[in-house]
């Protein structure tokens, strides 16, 4: 495979992925975190630093909005829910490195 066509094809993923993350909205953040250590936060940031390797300047805010489709502050607004005390046990378990003792 050519670069231009793995390039298009990982496009088309990414934009793949957006949508489904914009189809559920139920999924939280942290629930990505907890169950695979990246949020839509973290792809807006790679994001951000993608377009920073090619020279172009992003902040985060736009970086956001590409992964949210809104602003981010709007989408807290109408989609975050407050975390669950299992969703923030879960969270603190899984930033622990392996083998290291309950507190």
Request: aromatic fraction near 8%.
């Amino acid at each position: 495979m050519d670069d231009k066509t793995r390039v298009e094809i990982e496009a088309a993923v990414f934009r793949h992925l957006l949508r489904h993350l914009d189809e559920r909205k139920d999924v939280q953040n942290l629930d990505l975190m907890n169950l695979a250590g990246f949020c839509r936060n973290c792809l807006a940031k790679w994001y951000v630093a993608a377009a920073a390797d090619k020279g172009i300047e992003l902040d985060l805010e736009q970086g956001r909005e590409v992964v949210y489709g809104m602003p981010y502050a709007e989408w807290k607004r109408k989609y975050q829910l407050e975390a669950s005390p299992e969703q923030i046990a879960a969270f603190e378990q899984s930033r622990k490195p392996k083998g290291a003792p309950d507190a």
